[in-house]
């Protein structure tokens, strides 16, 4: 019901700072609890980052905590998630997902997905 489109992602330098977007449309936007999603080549795809419909709730993979934030503006239908502090490591594709019936981090029970943003950060 939902389309999802993210935006944002390019080369960045290590401790660079990089802010992807992900925009909503064909549904209400404020019903969907939101997350990010990565995968890097060779990888599983890795929880990153998730908010509750009001933002109120949000969760972060232990190895972005305290570099990335996630955030979201129900009026513009986007989601945001603001990387500073980049390393290699977070090289990788990251999609957005959205889930309009429970909050969760498992990739595995999201309803909806973009197709994704090339995040590349150099050494």
């Known amino acids: 019901q939902v389309q999802l489109v993210e935006s944002g992602g390019g080369l960045v330098q290590t401790g660079g700072s990089l802010r992807l977007s992900c925009a909503a449309s064909?549904?209400?936007?404020?019903?969907?609890?939101m997350a990010w999603f990565r995968q890097a080549p060779g990888k599983k795809r890795e929880f990153v980052a998730a908010?509750?419909?009001?933002?109120?709730?949000?969760n972060y993979a232990d190895s972005v905590k305290g570099r990335f934030t996630i955030s979201r503006d129900n009026a513009k239908n986007t989601m945001y998630l603001q990387m500073n502090s980049l390393k290699p490591e977070d090289t990788a594709v990251y999609y957005c997902?959205?889930?309009?019936?429970?909050?969760?981090?498992?990739?595995?029970?999201?309803?909806?997905w973009g197709q994704g943003t090339q995040v590349t950060v150099s050494s």
């Open positions: 997902a959205a889930k309009n019936d429970y909050y969760s981090t498992a990739a595995s029970v999201y309803d909806y």
């Open positions: 064909g549904g209400t936007f404020s019903r969907y609890h």
């Open positions: 908010i509750s419909r009001s933002g109120g709730r949000m």
